[in-house]
Protein backbone atom coordinates (compact mmCIF):
# COMPACT_ATOMS: atom_id res chain seq x y z
CA UNK A 1 0.00 0.00 0.00
CA UNK A 2 2.50 2.89 -1.11
CA UNK A 3 -0.18 5.33 -0.39
CA UNK A 4 0.42 5.04 3.07
CA UNK A 5 4.15 6.05 2.75
CA UNK A 6 3.38 8.90 0.05
CA UNK A 7 0.83 10.35 2.19
CA UNK A 8 3.27 10.62 4.87
CA UNK A 9 5.54 12.35 2.67
CA UNK A 10 3.05 14.92 2.00
CA UNK A 11 2.10 15.57 5.62
CA UNK A 12 5.78 15.94 6.42
CA UNK A 13 6.00 18.57 3.81
CA UNK A 14 2.95 20.48 4.46
CA UNK A 15 4.06 20.70 8.49
CA UNK A 16 7.35 22.14 7.11
CA UNK A 17 5.18 24.38 5.03
CA UNK A 18 3.46 25.97 8.39
CA UNK A 19 7.08 26.12 9.85
CA UNK A 20 7.75 28.73 7.09
CA UNK A 21 4.70 30.32 7.25
CA UNK A 22 4.68 30.61 11.17
CA UNK A 23 8.13 31.69 10.83
CA UNK A 24 7.38 34.52 8.60
CA UNK A 25 4.62 35.90 11.04
CA UNK A 26 6.26 35.72 13.49
CA UNK A 27 8.52 38.42 12.10
CA UNK A 28 6.34 40.34 10.89
CA UNK A 29 7.30 43.53 12.70
CA UNK A 30 10.81 42.60 12.25
CA UNK A 31 13.13 45.42 11.05
CA UNK A 32 14.70 44.31 7.34
CA UNK A 33 12.68 40.97 7.99
CA UNK A 34 12.58 39.14 4.29
CA UNK A 35 9.85 35.98 3.91
CA UNK A 36 10.87 32.87 2.83
CA UNK A 37 8.78 30.53 0.84
CA UNK A 38 8.95 26.74 1.34
CA UNK A 39 9.00 24.68 -2.68
CA UNK A 40 8.22 21.23 -3.29
CA UNK A 41 9.48 18.91 -5.89
CA UNK A 42 7.67 15.43 -6.26
CA UNK A 43 9.66 12.10 -5.49
CA UNK A 44 10.80 9.48 -7.86
CA UNK A 45 8.23 7.52 -9.62
CA UNK A 46 8.08 3.47 -9.75
CA UNK A 47 7.35 2.40 -13.32
CA UNK A 48 5.22 -0.45 -13.40
CA UNK A 49 5.03 -0.46 -16.89
CA UNK A 50 7.47 1.65 -18.92
CA UNK A 51 5.62 3.92 -22.16
CA UNK A 52 7.09 3.28 -25.50
CA UNK A 53 8.00 -0.16 -24.80
CA UNK A 54 6.69 -2.70 -28.04
CA UNK A 55 3.06 -3.81 -27.15
CA UNK A 56 2.81 -6.46 -29.86
CA UNK A 57 4.37 -8.03 -32.88
CA UNK A 58 3.10 -5.64 -34.85
CA UNK A 59 4.75 -2.90 -34.13
CA UNK A 60 2.15 -0.99 -31.35
CA UNK A 61 4.41 0.69 -28.68
CA UNK A 62 2.44 1.52 -25.25
CA UNK A 63 1.91 5.07 -25.23
CA UNK A 64 1.22 6.71 -21.58
CA UNK A 65 3.08 3.39 -19.45
CA UNK A 66 2.13 2.92 -15.92
CA UNK A 67 4.08 5.07 -13.26
CA UNK A 68 3.06 5.67 -9.80
CA UNK A 69 4.51 8.47 -8.11
CA UNK A 70 6.44 8.39 -4.30
CA UNK A 71 5.28 11.62 -3.12
CA UNK A 72 7.21 14.83 -1.98
CA UNK A 73 9.88 16.47 -0.83
CA UNK A 74 11.52 19.98 -0.03
CA UNK A 75 12.87 21.19 -3.29
CA UNK A 76 14.52 24.84 -1.41
CA UNK A 77 13.00 27.82 1.29
CA UNK A 78 13.56 30.40 -1.16
CA UNK A 79 14.10 33.75 0.72
CA UNK A 80 11.78 36.56 -1.40
CA UNK A 81 14.10 39.80 -1.35
CA UNK A 82 11.01 42.12 -2.10
CA UNK A 83 11.48 45.71 -0.73
CA UNK A 84 9.52 46.21 2.41
CA UNK A 85 7.71 49.62 3.39
CA UNK A 86 9.74 52.33 4.64
CA UNK A 87 9.08 53.32 8.35
CA UNK A 88 9.62 56.66 9.26
CA UNK A 89 11.21 56.99 12.76
CA UNK A 90 12.79 60.40 13.29
CA UNK A 91 15.89 58.78 14.15
CA UNK A 92 18.61 60.69 12.76
CA UNK A 93 20.82 57.06 12.68
CA UNK A 94 18.28 54.92 11.46
CA UNK A 95 19.12 54.28 7.48
CA UNK A 96 16.50 52.80 5.08
CA UNK A 97 17.84 51.30 1.74
CA UNK A 98 15.60 51.88 -0.93
CA UNK A 99 16.50 49.55 -4.02
CA UNK A 100 19.64 46.91 -4.02
CA UNK A 101 22.19 46.29 -1.57
CA UNK A 102 22.60 45.29 2.44
CA UNK A 103 24.84 47.19 4.73
CA UNK A 104 27.64 45.74 5.28
CA UNK A 105 28.61 44.76 9.37
CA UNK A 106 32.41 43.71 11.07
CA UNK A 107 31.62 40.22 12.88
CA UNK A 108 33.30 40.24 16.30
CA UNK A 109 35.63 37.13 14.44
CA UNK A 110 36.79 39.14 11.96
CA UNK A 111 34.57 38.20 9.06
CA UNK A 112 31.76 40.48 7.55
CA UNK A 113 28.37 40.47 7.84
CA UNK A 114 25.48 41.91 6.28
CA UNK A 115 21.80 43.16 7.12
CA UNK A 116 19.31 45.36 6.00
CA UNK A 117 18.09 46.52 8.95
CA UNK A 118 19.25 50.06 9.74
CA UNK A 119 18.70 50.80 13.33
CA UNK A 120 21.28 51.71 14.22
CA UNK A 121 23.03 53.27 17.38
CA UNK A 122 26.21 54.67 18.50
CA UNK A 123 29.13 53.29 20.46
CA UNK A 124 30.93 54.58 23.15
CA UNK A 125 33.71 55.77 20.98
CA UNK A 126 31.58 56.96 19.12
CA UNK A 127 31.29 54.24 16.00
CA UNK A 128 28.46 53.99 14.31
CA UNK A 129 27.04 50.58 15.40
CA UNK A 130 24.02 47.99 14.87
CA UNK A 131 21.84 46.84 17.61
CA UNK A 132 24.09 44.21 18.97
CA UNK A 133 26.96 46.75 18.82
CA UNK A 134 28.82 45.59 15.65
CA UNK A 135 31.00 48.50 14.02
CA UNK A 136 29.40 49.24 10.57
CA UNK A 137 31.21 49.09 7.65
CA UNK A 138 33.85 50.97 7.31
CA UNK A 139 33.82 52.02 10.69
CA UNK A 140 33.00 56.18 10.92
CA UNK A 141 33.31 57.83 14.44
CA UNK A 142 30.61 60.68 15.71
CA UNK A 143 32.86 63.41 17.20
CA UNK A 144 31.86 63.85 20.61
CA UNK A 145 29.60 67.20 21.10
CA UNK A 146 28.14 66.76 17.69
CA UNK A 147 24.58 68.71 17.88
CA UNK A 148 23.42 66.63 14.75
CA UNK A 149 24.15 64.30 12.04
CA UNK A 150 23.24 64.08 8.48
CA UNK A 151 23.37 61.30 5.72
CA UNK A 152 22.60 61.74 2.44
CA UNK A 153 21.41 59.45 0.02
CA UNK A 154 24.96 58.72 -1.56
CA UNK A 155 26.03 57.69 2.35
CA UNK A 156 28.30 60.86 3.04
CA UNK A 157 28.16 60.88 6.82
CA UNK A 158 28.01 65.08 7.83
CA UNK A 159 28.02 66.23 11.56
CA UNK A 160 27.65 69.65 13.07
CA UNK A 161 29.96 71.00 15.85
CA UNK A 162 29.42 73.99 18.61
CA UNK A 163 31.04 76.78 17.22
CA UNK A 164 30.97 75.59 13.31
CA UNK A 165 28.89 76.67 10.50
CA UNK A 166 29.46 74.71 7.91
CA UNK A 167 28.76 70.55 8.47
CA UNK A 168 32.23 68.28 8.53
CA UNK A 169 32.16 65.34 6.97
CA UNK A 170 33.39 62.17 8.85
CA UNK A 171 32.79 59.40 6.64
CA UNK A 172 31.35 57.78 3.25
CA UNK A 173 29.06 54.54 4.19
CA UNK A 174 29.32 51.40 1.26
CA UNK A 175 26.46 49.12 0.64
CA UNK A 176 27.10 45.99 -0.76
CA UNK A 177 25.41 44.01 -3.50
CA UNK A 178 24.95 40.38 -4.26
CA UNK A 179 24.15 38.43 -7.58
CA UNK A 180 22.02 36.14 -5.71
CA UNK A 181 20.98 37.77 -2.18
CA UNK A 182 18.59 34.95 -2.15
CA UNK A 183 21.62 32.68 -1.50
CA UNK A 184 22.90 34.12 1.44
CA UNK A 185 23.26 32.38 4.56
CA UNK A 186 21.01 33.67 7.43
CA UNK A 187 22.55 33.43 11.14
CA UNK A 188 19.95 35.41 12.79
CA UNK A 189 19.85 38.91 14.21
CA UNK A 190 19.16 40.41 10.90
CA UNK A 191 22.13 39.10 9.63
CA UNK A 192 23.37 37.46 6.90
CA UNK A 193 26.65 36.19 5.60
CA UNK A 194 27.97 35.66 1.73
CA UNK A 195 28.01 32.12 0.35
CA UNK A 196 29.15 30.76 -2.86
CA UNK A 197 25.70 30.54 -3.92
CA UNK A 198 25.63 33.93 -3.31
CA UNK A 199 28.68 35.34 -5.10
CA UNK A 200 31.01 37.75 -3.73
CA UNK A 201 29.88 41.09 -2.01
CA UNK A 202 30.40 44.06 -4.17
CA UNK A 203 30.62 46.98 -2.51
CA UNK A 204 29.90 50.60 -3.85
CA UNK A 205 28.06 54.12 -3.49
CA UNK A 206 24.78 54.24 -2.66
CA UNK A 207 22.47 55.80 -5.47
CA UNK A 208 25.26 54.94 -7.92
CA UNK A 209 23.78 52.56 -10.28
CA UNK A 210 22.98 48.78 -9.26
CA UNK A 211 22.49 50.30 -5.81
CA UNK A 212 20.06 51.75 -3.61
CA UNK A 213 19.72 54.99 -2.30
CA UNK A 214 19.85 55.71 1.84
CA UNK A 215 16.56 57.40 3.53
CA UNK A 216 17.58 58.91 6.55
CA UNK A 217 15.36 58.72 9.72
CA UNK A 218 13.37 55.86 8.21
CA UNK A 219 14.01 51.92 8.53
CA UNK A 220 12.88 49.19 6.16
CA UNK A 221 10.09 46.75 7.14
CA UNK A 222 9.19 43.42 6.85
CA UNK A 223 7.93 42.22 3.47
CA UNK A 224 5.59 39.99 4.79
CA UNK A 225 2.00 40.16 3.70
CA UNK A 226 -0.14 38.99 6.83
CA UNK A 227 -2.81 38.09 3.92
CA UNK A 228 -0.99 36.33 1.61
CA UNK A 229 0.69 34.34 4.69
CA UNK A 230 -2.67 33.43 6.56
CA UNK A 231 -4.05 32.20 3.04
CA UNK A 232 -0.94 29.86 2.89
CA UNK A 233 -1.70 28.69 6.28
CA UNK A 234 -5.21 28.02 5.71
CA UNK A 235 -3.94 25.76 2.17
CA UNK A 236 -1.65 24.16 4.22
CA UNK A 237 -3.34 22.89 6.73
CA UNK A 238 -6.54 21.81 4.44
CA UNK A 239 -3.59 20.19 2.47
CA UNK A 240 -2.36 18.40 5.56
CA UNK A 241 -5.70 17.23 6.66
CA UNK A 242 -6.39 15.62 3.21
CA UNK A 243 -2.83 13.64 3.29
CA UNK A 244 -4.16 12.32 7.11
CA UNK A 245 -7.17 11.16 5.66
CA UNK A 246 -5.52 9.06 2.79
CA UNK A 247 -3.55 7.54 5.69
CA UNK A 248 -6.51 6.87 7.73
CA UNK A 249 -8.54 5.37 4.23
CA UNK A 250 -5.10 3.43 3.56
CA UNK A 251 -5.04 2.08 6.71
CA UNK A 252 -9.45 0.88 6.37
CA UNK A 253 -8.51 -1.04 3.30
CA UNK A 254 -5.52 -2.69 4.71
CA UNK A 255 -7.92 -3.79 7.54
CA UNK A 256 -10.05 -5.14 5.39
CA UNK A 257 -8.19 -6.91 3.14
CA UNK A 258 -6.30 -8.57 5.94
CA UNK A 259 -9.81 -9.46 7.27
CA UNK A 260 -11.08 -11.54 4.44
CA UNK A 261 -11.95 -15.16 4.83
Known sequence: ??????????????????????NNLANMNTTGFKRQRAEFQDLLYQNVQQMGVDSSDAGTIVPTGIQVGLGVETASIY?????????????????????????????????????????????????????????????????????SISINEQGQVQVMLDGQTAPQTVGQLEIATFFNSAGLEAIGNNLFLETAASGAAALGTPGSTGYGRLQQGFVEGSNVDSVSEITALIQAQRAYEMNARVITAADEMLSTSSNLR
Open 79 to 147: RITDQGALVSTGNQLDLAISGRGYFAVQMPNGTDGYTRAGNFAVSPDGQIVTADGYTVSPGIAIPQGAR
Open 1 to 22: MRALTTAATGMEAQQLNVEVIS
